[in-house]
């Protein structure tokens, strides 16, 4: 069975600053996706990345970028430029071949000013 | 179309009682997915349907859980003879298929149950 691990309960970072989430995760599957989804305090999960596991290029999306090294199943998220608005709890989440979404517990992130 | 829709937003029951909790997923989606969620931890699967048909359930959906979708459109979860252990989040989802962009998810039906 496939399992998601972030071993960082909180951090914390100064706005402005960069800071880096990590994520490991357990499959013996070639094909899969992984994502990082923010859940803000009003609690809708929001999508933040996507990386596709064939995808050698490690997936950006504005200040949000992923380090993805497939060999040592490690899926980490930086975040450049940290603004309060980042403020959340975020989710590393693996997508299997059966479809199933399994997501890690959790970093809860705090922005200082 | 303005995303996932779940209902009620809470829903406070005593333990014995039945609840039911709706999901209407974004219309052109065919996957519809249920998770719940407690405090200080992920979301957890609970079951997912295709259209229309139930693909899988996981173990934590014991007997007193039932989901249909019976339309392919919109959904239901039930909770019969609630226990506190029920008292959690329940978050829906859904997607085009595996390889679309991911879930959206709902806001989520927080239970409380007393």
């Known amino acids: 069975a496939q399992t998601v691990t972030q071993s960082q309960p909180e951090m914390s970072v100064q706005e402005a600053e960069t800071v880096t989430l990590s994520c490991t995760y357990d499959?013996?599957?070639?094909?899969?996706?992984l994502f990082w989804y923010k859940q803000p305090p009003s609690r809708q999960m929001i999508l933040v990345i996507r990386?596709?596991?064939?995808?050698?290029q490690n997936a950006t999306e504005n200040r949000f970028s992923v380090n993805f090294q497939k060999a040592a199943k490690s899926f980490s998220l930086k975040i450049s430029d940290s603004q309060l608005g980042d403020a959340a709890m975020y989710f590393c989440?693996?997508?299997?071949?059966?479809?199933?979404?399994?997501f890690g517990k959790g970093t809860r992130l705090h922005i200082l000013p | 179309d303005t995303g996932v829709s779940q209902n009620p937003r809470h829903k406070i029951t005593k333990r014995g009682q039945n609840v039911t909790f709706r999901c209407d997923p974004i219309?052109?989606?065919?996957?519809l997915y249920w998770y719940r969620q407690t405090l200080g931890q992920g979301p957890e699967f609970l079951t997912y349907?295709?259209?229309?048909?139930?693909?899988?359930k996981s173990r934590l959906l014991s007997d007193r859980f039932s989901a249909e979708r019976p339309k392919g459109s919109f959904s239901t979860l039930e909770i019969q003879r609630t226990e506190q252990g029920d008292s959690a989040m329940y978050l829906c989802?859904?997607?085009?298929?595996?390889?679309?962009?991911?879930?959206?998810f709902g806001s989520g039906t927080r239970l409380t149950v007393v």
């Open positions: 499959t013996s599957e070639s094909d899969y996706y």
């Open positions: 989802a859904s997607s085009p298929g595996r390889r679309g962009p991911g879930y959206t």
């Open positions: 349907f295709q259209n229309e048909a139930q693909l899988e």
């Open positions: 989440a693996y997508r299997s071949s059966d479809d199933k979404i399994i």
């Open positions: 990386q596709e596991a064939y995808k050698q």
């Open positions: 219309s052109e989606h065919n996957r």
